[in-house]
């Protein structure tokens, strides 16, 4: 069954904690991408990676860190640097970096809570 | 800057009334652009995109690069297409979504 899963459903942090969340894609997709969603932003773009072992600073990077170890894989750190890591993040797929029109496929989401 | 914009937050409709979901984007180059949706409890999906020139659910998006906007249009409103819409842009492999409008279709 194709898809990208996205683990823990719901996580729960101590303040000054770093917490990884896991993304996996079965799709042999190219690009993966991390997304933080807050009521009323939208979807603002974290990180994201076109290829193995490289990968780009979105809008909101600052707190957070990421690998490409494997084309599957692309696990998101949030820091104890990100000074506000309560919310819902996203992660993503598309063949191409979605250039032709490639569709994007979402996780379910991880909800962060710091505690 | 490569931007996505959609003014409204919420969109409140009655079903049988035309919708207009807008979006206006900033890109330099030759843009990609997509309609996202999320229906409640379900994984955010793609509607439609501005290269197939597609029409889903009833749903069409006409690129125009004058204005640089890419709306989303329905004639006749249902109640199943209530739901968080995101408009979408594809600048150089990145891939950048509008703040989201709320769209509700009432009885």
């Known amino acids: 069954d194709g898809g990208i899963t996205q683990s823990p459903k719901y996580l729960f942090r101590k303040e000054g904690q770093n917490v990884t969340l896991s993304c996996e894609q079965n799709?042999?997709?190219?690009?993966m991408y991390w997304y933080r969603q807050d009521p009323g932003q939208g979807l603002r773009l974290i990180y994201y990676s076109q290829i193995v072992n490289d990968f780009q600073k979105g809008d909101i990077a600052e707190g957070y860190s990421v690998s490409r170890e494997k084309k599957e894989s692309f696990p998101l750190t949030v820091t104890s640097a990100q000074k506000n890591p309560t919310a819902f993040y996203l992660c993503?797929?598309?063949?191409?970096?979605?250039?032709?029109?490639?569709?994007?496929?979402f996780g379910q989401g991880t909800r962060l809570t710091v505690v | 800057a490569q931007r996505v914009t959609q003014p409204e937050k919420l969109l409140s409709v009655f079903k049988g009334a035309p919708v207009e979901l807008k979006c206006n984007y900033s890109y330099s180059g030759s843009p990609e652009l997509f309609w996202y949706v999320q229906y409640s409890r379900q994984r955010l999906q793609l509607l439609l995109r501005?290269?197939s020139r597609e029409s889903i659910k009833g749903f069409t998006a006409d690129l125009n690069k004058g204005e640089t906007s890419f709306h989303l249009k329905k004639p006749f409103a249902q109640e199943e297409d209530s739901a968080m819409y995101y408009c979408?842009?594809?600048?150089?492999?990145?891939?950048?979504f509008g703040q989201g409008t709320e769209l509700s279709v009432k009885p």
């Open positions: 501005h290269i």
């Open positions: 799709l042999n997709h190219d690009a």
């Open positions: 993503a797929s598309t063949l191409l970096g979605g250039r032709s029109g490639a569709e994007a496929f």
């Open positions: 979408a842009l594809t600048p150089g492999g990145k891939l950048i």
